[in-house]
């Protein structure tokens, strides 16, 4: 008995956007729900999508709005929002509201699909202990707090540890500068502080530090560790 196809709601008021979404997506076994404005949307969440797909520029509400109220309901499908290419603010709210990717426009299918099949990884690997992360030459021994690379122990101070484990523990997620200084340190605020224990932890981790490989830099948004695609999570 074969698997149910994964089903992807695309809430998007651009019928061409739609359209090629339909197809490619099509292509690659994906069941296709679509919604060209937000109302539309929520009736459509009676199909049950596996993940969405939403254009933050919708005719008659705020996408950020749209988002909002789907994580308001309970809804526990990965997100992956469309924005415009100078739109930062609006992509660092969207994740704040619990996006869990953006593509900006203009993108190509592949790179979608890429995002859609990271999403999934992801939310399948926070339901469960993943305690070994390894990329490469890099382990990340989430049990016993042992960083290696190429079989060499690598000494971190706690806080970094603790930003490398944040990191891991959202592998292939953007995660927005607020929202690691909040889970890191709590009570401080400024972007820079956060800079400079990532330059230290670059310096200890990647091969080259002033081209990562590891540890990749989203501008004005945040960070993202390496896709799992290159970087599987092993239990």
Do not use: C
Request: charged share 30%.
């Amino acid at each position: 008995m074969s698997a149910a196809p994964v089903r992807v709601l695309v809430i998007d008021d651009e019928p061409p956007i739609r359209k090629l979404l339909r197809m490619g997506l099509g292509t690659q076994g994906y069941q296709v729900v679509e919604a060209p404005d937000g109302q539309a949307a929520l009736e459509r969440l009676d199909d049950k999508p596996d993940l969405i797909i939403l254009d933050l520029g919708l005719p008659d509400m705020q996408g950020l709005d749209l988002l909002r109220r789907f994580r308001d309901q309970g809804v526990t499908a990965p997100i992956i929002v469309l924005s415009s290419r100078g739109d930062e603010a609006g992509k660092v709210q969207a994740l704040d509201l619990g996006a869990d990717d953006y593509v900006t426009k203009p993108f190509g299918l592949n790179e979608l699909l890429a995002r859609m099949r990271a999403a999934m990884r992801h939310r399948l690997q926070s339901q469960g202990e993943h305690p070994v992360f390894r990329a490469r030459d890099l382990s990340v021994d989430l049990v016993r707090r042992i960083v290696k690379l190429r079989d060499a122990e690598v000494k971190l101070s706690p806080k970094e540890y603790d930003l490398l484990r944040l990191l891991v523990q959202h592998a292939g997620k953007v995660l927005t500068h607020r929202f690691m200084l909040r889970e890191v340190w709590g009570d401080i605020s400024d972007p820079q502080y956060l800079r400079v224990y990532i330059r230290a932890l670059r310096q200890k981790i990647e091969p080259n530090p002033d081209r990562p490989e590891y540890i990749l830099t989203e501008t004005g948004i945040g960070y993202r560790l390496k896709d799992p695609d290159e970087a599987p999570i092993q239990a």
